[in-house]
């Protein structure tokens, strides 16, 4: 069996027809939820790429795996999925973006060059690359953001398109009505079509590197499909830019209250910029009917994709997996891009297509178990007829549901946010180490911890779904808040480093030093067998005490 | 300056003159904490060799590294006090034992040869090896215990020593009345002379090793001088095994009470082979005069080092500190060995010598701080005149207590043991993730964890410094141990792995990512300085989109 493994980058939980969103239709998304299984209560480990995806390809929470915010270099040595899966038979590619930052400063000290097979492999997250491109070429005064090179660039200039950076200049840039650019960084211009032919866009240029890919693998494969777009810059070209109009446009989800005696790191992110930005209509009414756009090219995409593999005879011996790293607040609470644990921002899509006959029970159904998405990690490995190394792996295999059973589950998800490099923790005025947030999850209460010395929010998704009504603002739900902070303690004990030995090693090592010779409780020897203590036995060899 | 850091394992904190020991005189030891400052509350972050050595050496908690049992490998990649040395120009050496177990497994998959000279530093912890040799060569029906090469048994063997296992045969053997071995292992033997000429023992055997390293050695040069007594086997040469007898024997600290319904871990504790041996009289009789010997004779071996100091004039510019690993119950509370956190096995002897005339001021005095063996890496990167990496390193340098200031400082110190290799984790039924103790210690209450569903232990040092009595047995301090949970908790969202980036680096990196072209709050380009945007106008380049 082989895995596609496909990400979208900031597509949000509810923008999707098989969500339920009321304008946007995503047929080829809901026939993948037709033919498997779709996750309604499915939590990133960070709201925001780098985190997120450190977290989703090492099966590991953020703070066991350290690479907190985006560019926190992935610390060499940690174990990814693609290790896992070639332990276990299975080749795990990359087509797309990881946002993975090397840790040049520690390969350098083991001595590890980025072009052996693997010094790549630490520098790309542990996946083999048939092509990496995370996006983001953006320029300014100091450079350019990415300092690595951009196939999509190389396609494009090679397609003809006259620009050093044409991702900036075309596929993210439409034109004005005095034919200057029209940066797609620029909300006001989020309506224009993108410059560039719609099968040039990088949506389609992905679909056709995984068709490449998969027309010569030979499998077992896993290839992680990874797709710059719905994320920012919010532009899309013809005929995707106006598919969808301001009337497409749910109202912002967010209530004065919330404006009332916010947390205070809340607050801080509800006057940042992107917040104030996506608190005007005309904004809102601008980015999401482009970001609709975005979706929509993306479900057609999906639909090129799945054609191929109906076409090739693939889809008997491809499980397929559509998530996303985060969502994108829109204007919800008040907020943009992501960062926070509302809905909006942490919950994110998780379809699961599993080909094989024991899956066919819940086909077309949904499951609202607590999901994290590190259980990929661990649901791939298992898919691949490993063995889940669990003292690695600190997610739980979906199989199970996938397959019909109803195990015993976490009882709440855990997520992490570091804004130790933004602007609120120059507002709030806190130390890197104090610009950390958890959020507690139970399924009904979720709870969002913050270091510093601040109080916790609390919201009831029961009786709050919309989280407008902070409840840890009063006493009254003081029980709950302890029992949600007992549960963040016992996680925080967890035993994430003891990576060296699994659990299995340790059973069967117990009573190992005894049979070696190591017995530092023997009185005259008579208390074990003598084959233990045969080595301290017999006529001493001479004697030197005198 | 260069530093001598001198390991002593299973060395009681109360097992020296200067610490009040009321038989064993310690001359060297005190005329040490004569010149320096003695620390009366320092903890070890595992009371076991390899986990509390882990700590030691990286500067980090046990379940910060995750090595938390003996023979646990350290991961690939951890980074210890050499690399944090060897960064400030000061080279790192290790003259004895470490009880490091190289991550085979993790260094196999980067490509790491053991026999390169990054591949032996990971292999052994850091250190470059003048001498290592982990003095446990015991042997049973599967063989040998450590599988390495013992450099004391090729000494001994090149002195003549006609054994293939002398470490075994004589320097940890005496010989009884019919000329047959009295292994060392049988504490009946405890008040036997070792049958080895005493310069030929494994305590001067080091020593000798240490003066030979210094004796070439240019310097700037920590040397980790890590002596493997009074460790078991308790046997001593001549004349040291006749120096006390069982009227130097303190009584044992332990009472009935502590008996009565005892914590789960701590009773499984009690009932085991080395605590059944240790509730003999006959054995406290023989193997503590044995440990007092062989103690004795490391303070002997300590002033052999001390006037080599000063005869080659080296006193003014050697910091020396002395310490242990963690220390040996010898029967206080109905146990033998260490593991669990009373007094007896969790606190150790930490003595300082700072050459420097800043130190003046504090020479002979002691310090009470909660101190903790983490903060020696970096005291020594902070001597080294290095700056200490406190995203990687999770101690504080020591230096402002030697140099008579009293900084803000740790609240309370956590200590760990994992006994999921251990006959106590099958007679408790527990899986090895559940075998995981937390001590957390304010300087007068102490409250041992269990995780697996079990109640805390709490004991008040003020009221009960002998530790008798354990409160949590009732609700009368459920508020006193809610707090310490608290400080757990606290301590269990530490920052532990966000070691690929320092705050420094964190903090110049702020606002980094909008002068490289990340602007995603921009509704028409207005909301900041031209310049930041100015890749992103001027005359589009020609038109796709039509």
Redesign the interface.
């Known amino acids: 069996m082989n895995i596609l493994f496909i990400m979208y980058d900031q597509l949000r939980f509810d923008y999707l027809g098989c969500a339920g969103h009321p304008h946007l239709e995503t047929p080829h998304f809901d026939s993948v939820a037709a033919r498997g299984v779709r996750f309604t209560n499915a939590y990133v480990q960070s709201p925001i790429c780098g985190a997120s995806r450190m977290s989703t390809y090492t099966g590991r929470y953020v703070?066991?795996?350290?690479?907190?915010w985006?560019n926190?270099?992935?610390?060499?040595?940690e174990w990814t999925m693609g290790?896992h899966l070639r332990a276990a038979g299975m080749e795990c590619w990359l087509i797309g973006k990881t946002h993975m930052k090397a840790?040049a400063?520690?390969m350098a000290?083991?001595?590890?060059k980025p072009d052996?097979v693997?010094g790549a492999r630490?520098a790309e997250c542990g996946f083999d690359v048939w092509t990496r491109d995370d996006g983001?070429w953006?320029?300014?005064?100091?450079?350019?953001?990415d300092s690595g090179r951009s196939p999509y660039n190389a396609y494009l200039r090679d397609k003809g398109?006259?620009?050093q950076?044409p991702w900036?200049?075309?596929a993210n840039?439409?034109?004005d009505a005095d034919?200057?650019?029209?940066?797609g960084?620029?909300?006001?211009n989020a309506d224009k079509?993108?410059?560039?032919?719609e099968e040039?866009s990088e949506t389609p240029w992905l679909t056709q590197e995984a068709i490449a890919f998969m027309e010569q693998a030979s499998g077992p494969w896993c290839a992680h499909l990874s797709y710059i777009k719905p994320h920012?810059?919010y532009i899309v070209?013809?005929p995707y830019h106006e598919m969808f109009g301001p009337d497409h446009v749910p109202p912002a989800v967010r209530d004065e209250v919330e404006r009332e005696d916010p947390h205070p790191v809340y607050g801080a992110y509800m006057g940042?910029?992107?917040a104030?930005?996506f608190q005007?209509d005309?904004?809102r009414n601008k980015v999401i009917p482009a970001y609709m756009g975005l979706i929509k090219q993306c479900d057609d995409q999906l639909g090129v994709l799945l054609k191929y593999l109906e076409d090739t005879g693939q889809m008997e011996d491809t499980m397929i997996v559509l998530t996303s790293d985060h969502g994108d607040y829109l204007g919800d609470h008040w907020l943009?891009?992501k960062d926070l644990f509302h809905e909006q921002s942490v919950k994110v899509p998780l379809i699961v297509y599993d080909p094989r006959t024991e899956a066919d029970a819940t086909r077309g159904t949904t499951c609202d178990a607590l999901v994290e998405a590190i259980d990929l990690a661990p649901t791939f490995v298992e898919t691949a007829g490993g063995e889940v190394p669990d003292h690695i792996l600190e997610g739980r295999s979906l199989l199970p549901f996938l397959h019909g059973q109803r195990p015993d589950w976490r009882e709440v998800a855990i997520s992490e946010f570091?804004f130790?490099?933004?602007?609120q923790?120059?507002k709030l005025g806190l130390?890197?180490?104090d610009c950390?947030l958890?959020m507690v999850f139970d399924g009904r209460y979720k709870m969002m911890?913050a270091?510093g010395g601040f109080r916790p929010m609390l919201f009831d998704l029961q009786e709050d779904p919309q989280e407008f009504h902070d409840l840890a603002k009063g006493t009254a739900h003081a029980e709950i808040i302890d029992r949600l902070?007992d549960q963040?303690?016992a996680?925080?004990?967890?035993?994430?480093?003891?990576?060296?030995?699994s659990?299995a090693e340790?059973?069967a090592?117990?009573?190992?030093?005894?049979?070696?010779?190591?017995?530092?409780?023997?009185?005259?020897?008579s208390?074990v067998p003598g084959?233990?203590?045969?080595?301290?036995?017999?006529?001493?060899?001479?004697?030197?005490?005198t």
Not at 193 to 197: D, G, L, S, T, V
């Open positions: 703070s066991s795996h350290g690479a907190s985006n926190v270099p992935l610390r060499v040595g290790d840790d400063k520690g000290r083991l001595g590890l052996s693997i630490q983001l953006a320029e300014g005064p100091d450079g350019f953001y398109y006259p620009s950076n900036a200049d075309f840039a439409g034109v034919g200057d650019i029209a940066s960084w620029m909300f006001a079509p993108a410059n560039i032919r040039d920012w810059p070209p013809a940042n910029k992107i104030a930005a005007q005309e904004v943009g891009e570091d130790s490099g933004t602007p923790a120059v130390a890197p180490k950390r958890f911890h270091e902070y963040l303690a996680w925080g004990r967890r035993c994430a480093q003891r990576i060296t030995r659990d340790i059973i090592g117990r009573g190992g030093s005894l049979r070696k010779g190591i017995l530092p409780f023997l009185v005259d020897g208390e084959e233990l203590t045969s080595a301290y036995r017999g006529p001493a060899k001479a004697r030197y005490d």
